[in-house]
């Protein structure tokens, strides 16, 4: 595949196909363009795929945090513990319901830092926000020491990865997926929430009660959501092929940290460390002169205020293309790029 001959690879698409225009179709002849039983059987077939017994949608993964927020609030705890290395939604959501972020790093390999997690854990820590950043599993569930604390799992980027079969999302007191467009499973927007916790799902249907014609997810989405998830092991399947091939045919050094966390990735991303402190921008302009698009892991850090193993992250981080809908010729495209490029670099 020569430059000149192809358009910009976009670094993420949805996947959409004939079954999903179909779907879709099918509620706008019958003018299913509200909330109404498919969005019912969405949330089933979520609560089936998850063995979990409580699943409700939302209309983006942002108000499915919000919603689950405002359910466990209470008068006696108010901080919430998330990463500075994610995009400023799960922010938003926790400042919505009127509490207080607290900050944690992250490790070298994109994973959440356990040992800074458990440092800020006090007595006003009402929940830890635990992100599979890119699509990379957090493993140490059991060494966070946080009884009484509710861990929310932000798996908007993991969603069907799991750990010793065990989906993702199921580890702690709640779950939270994301739908936008350019997620592993998109409904064009939407969000869900997942739980097992009794005591919870009580809270949070009250509070889904109390806002009953808000935040909530149309039978157009959900059919679109139905359609996909029909189709979704494929999809993991693709991902995963394409980054095989980045991964035996990419060659440099800038891979080893992914490689290292392989296994544990759904592929959402395909990231590589640069070394040699190179200038994002500049790397980013060679791509784009060669019609591919990238990007950094996250676009800003939300804390800046101390050092964080997170700053080398985000300055070092660089994010390929890699979804179902990449051609052959493309996947194949940016590799051979990506090698000219990092060599031309040093990395």
Known sequence: MEKN???????SKPTIEKADFDQVNACLRRKLLAKGTIVGDFESELKAYFDIEYCNTADTGTSSLLLSLIAIKNDLKYEVLLPTYVCNSVLHAIKLAGLVP?????NTTWQANVQDINSKITKLTLAIIIVHTMGISF???DKIHADGVVIIEDACQAFGSQLKDQKIGTFGDIGIFSFNATKCLTTGEGGAIISSNSKIIDSIRKVRGEYSNTMILSDMNAALGISQLNRYDGFLS????IAKYYISNIQSKSKNRYESIFDLSIHYRFLLYLTNGVNFES???DFQVMNISVRKGVDNLLDRSVNYNADLLLSHTISLPIYPSLT??????????TNTILEKYGC
């Open 139 to 141: 493993t140490e569930f």
């Open 238 to 241: 693709r991902r995963l092929d």
């Open 283 to 285: 790397i980013k302009g």
């Open 5 to 11: 001959l192809i358009s910009t690879i976009a670094h």
């Open 102 to 106: 607290v900050y944690y790093d992250h």
């Open 328 to 337: 052959e010729s493309e996947y194949k495209y940016i590799a051979k790029t």
